[in-house]
């Protein structure tokens, strides 16, 4: 039913390409013609080849681009289809581009997402026909709801990782080393959601991460991770509370153990300037117990987060600040001093660009600034005393390459310096990595 609402709606530019411009090629406006051809001869992957091709050409007409995305929907490629319609939202198709985003995001089954593309092709100024399709839709996801809320959802994820990292950080936050060497990641994770009313889930989540290092044994470090959450379904967005417990080991040694809660609140339709498509916001806070040796870890961890996301035809970008506020016991001897009682305030931004339907480029950055509570006592031989202050920037690039509909294989460089005022904490590291990666 979904694909023939997609058809349907679509049928009179996949019979006759609309807004062709001089500007563009011969060559481009063959392949289209050639694609529509096999798409109605009922040869898709032809057709997808032929419309690839005419944007290749320089071809740009929102035809071709709405080709594109009927024909990659009913292959089955959601992920290509999103990307053709998100080339359209900032024309004069846009209303029809987000109804057509809404019934991809359900094949996907991302029913929040879908909504939330439904009620902006039926808000004000949208032609009467798109107007009609959404809000049916909408009916009908009101009536899906109170189905799917009594079934129990299951999913998993994994990645494995290997690369270099130029200089192993044995505590990140506390010490960098001066060695170098080559990495084994491995990642793990389970979700299981169950029914807690019609717009309310719980949900149960087991996170698994081991990074080892084969010539430096003693910088191995694991997580365990384990999640219970509750989330409610609004008319505008998203809200929850979550309560975990990690636990880490560094060298094969208990690190610290953290029990937290959180807070977080999402929306469809956020209301930020810019008007970003999706934006959340969360409020957490922990106990943390340091393991043998690492009592001075001891303490609480407050943090506060806002995340904004925005498409703009075949990019998407990422903005988050995070602020951290850490109130540890301290490490106290009788000669030292040292904190581990930082406050943060982090800034990341991230640019992705679909270069084509299974190929993703991007960039991404971060500027870190961390104030320590109380200054530093250390005996000459080890380093600075004084207030630590650290700036940190980060850079890094990015491509992924999706194998199928379940997996990907994703190259990354990243590049990270940091400067302290005290001598001891600078440093400079660098990591190359290739990821697998799948989602079930």
């Known amino acids: 039913m979904l694909a023939h609402w997609l058809a349907l709606s679509l049928s009179v530019l996949l019979v006759a390409p609309l807004g062709l411009q001089a500007a563009e090629t011969d060559a481009g406006m063959e392949q289209l013609q050639d694609g529509i051809q096999s798409f109605e001869s009922g040869n898709l992957q032809a057709a997808r080849a032929h419309f690839e091709n005419a944007i290749a050409a320089g071809l740009t007409s929102p035809s071709l681009f709405y080709n594109l995305g009927v024909t990659c929907y009913q292959l089955g490629d959601y992920a290509a289809a999103e990307t053709a319609f998100r080339a359209l939202l900032d024309g004069s198709s846009g209303f029809l581009a987000r109804y057509n985003l809404g019934l991809v995001a359900l094949e996907r089954g991302d029913s929040r997402a879908a909504r939330g593309w439904f009620e902006q092709s039926a808000a004000d100024g949208s032609p009467d026909k798109i107007r009609a399709l959404a809000l049916a839709q909408l009916r009908k996801l009101g009536e899906a709801g109170q189905q799917s809320g009594r079934r129990t959802e299951r999913r998993a994820y994994l990645a494995l990782s290997g690369g270099y990292d130029s200089n192993i950080a044995g505590l990140p936050e506390a010490s ?83 029990y937290g809660v959180e807070g977080f609140y999402r929306w469809n339709r956020c209301p930020l300037p810019g008007n970003p498509d999706q934006c959340d916001v969360s409020l957490s806070a922990g106990t943390v117990n340091g393991g043998p040796g690492y009592a001075a870890y001891d303490g609480q961890w407050y943090r506060a987060r806002l995340h904004a996301l925005r498409y703009y035809r075949s990019w998407r970008f990422d903005g988050e600040y995070t602020l951290d506020i850490n109130d ?113």
Do not use: C
């Not at 470090?221 to 967005?237: K, M």
């Not at 979550?242 to 208990?254: G, N, T």
């Not at 000459?380 to 992924?400: N, P, Y």
């Not at 990907?408 to 990666?437: F, H, P």
């Open 176 to 258: 960098a080393s001066s060695e170098g060497g080559i990495f084994l990641d491995a990642l793990a994770a389970g979700t299981l959601e169950h029914p807690a009313g019609a717009r309310s889930r719980f949900a149960l989540e087991v996170a698994a991460y081991a990074r080892k290092y084969p010539s430096e044994g003693n910088y191995d470090t694991r997580v365990l991770q384990g999640r219970a959450g509750w989330t409610e379904t609004l008319v505008d967005g998203e809200r929850g509370a979550v309560v975990s417990v990690v636990q880490s080991w560094f060298d094969s040694r208990s690190l610290e153990r953290r």
């Open 328 to 440: 540890r016991r301290d490490l106290r001897t009788a000669e030292e001093f040292i904190s581990v009682s930082p406050y943060r305030h982090t800034l990341e931004v991230a640019a992705r660009y679909r270069w084509r339907p299974d190929i993703v480029v991007g960039a991404l950055g971060s500027v870190r600034h961390s104030r320590y509570q109380s200054p530093h006592v250390v005996l000459a031989s080890a380093g600075e005393s004084g207030r630590r202050e650290d700036s940190r920037v980060e850079i890094g690039l990015l491509a992924e390459q999706s194998l199928n509909a379940r997996w990907l294989v994703r190259g990354e460089w990243r590049v990270r310096d940091n400067s302290s005022s005290l001598a001891q904490y600078g440093y400079t590291r660098q990591t190359v990595m290739v990821t697998l990666e799948g989602a079930f």
